[in-house]
């Protein structure tokens, strides 16, 4: 049964940063990618970030997401993180954690298989 457990999100103001973790168990597929997405109220689930299972990554076109945010994950690839700096109000949302079972790496939420319940991040001006 595959789990994915987020944690580290929050409250920041406007500038600041956080660190959001997924830890995945379960995962015993040959191969799978991790994504962020991330959802407010009123508005479509969308991509924030993905790696795929060989390292490519992939990062939301708007907001200068790929300035300002950073995927990363650990050499067993069980804990995907997602490094924000420079928040905007705008980041506001809550985020999901994401995996595919695929050698591939897709933008769309329906490609994902599995779902972490997400954790709320808040940015004030």
């Known amino acids: 049964q595959v789990q994915l457990v987020e944690s580290g999100g929050g409250s920041a103001q406007a500038g600041g940063s956080l660190r959001l973790s997924c830890a995945a168990s379960g995962l015993t597929f040959s191969a799978y990618a991790f994504a962020w997405f991330r959802q407010a109220p009123g508005k479509e689930r969308e991509i924030v970030a993905g790696?795929?299972?060989?390292?490519?990554?992939?990062?939301a076109d708007t907001d200068n997401v790929e300035d300002r945010f950073t995927i990363s994950r650990n050499s067993a690839k069980t804990t995907v993180f997602l490094q924000m700096d420079n928040l905007r109000p705008e980041d506001t949302a809550v985020y999901y954690c994401?995996?595919?079972?695929?050698?591939?790496?897709?933008?769309?939420?329906?490609?994902?298989?599995?779902w972490g319940q997400g954790t709320q991040v808040t940015v004030s001006s």
């Open positions: 790696i795929s299972d060989n390292g490519a990554i992939i990062y």
């Open positions: 994401a995996v595919d079972v695929s050698r591939g790496l897709y933008r769309h939420h329906n490609e994902y298989e599995y």
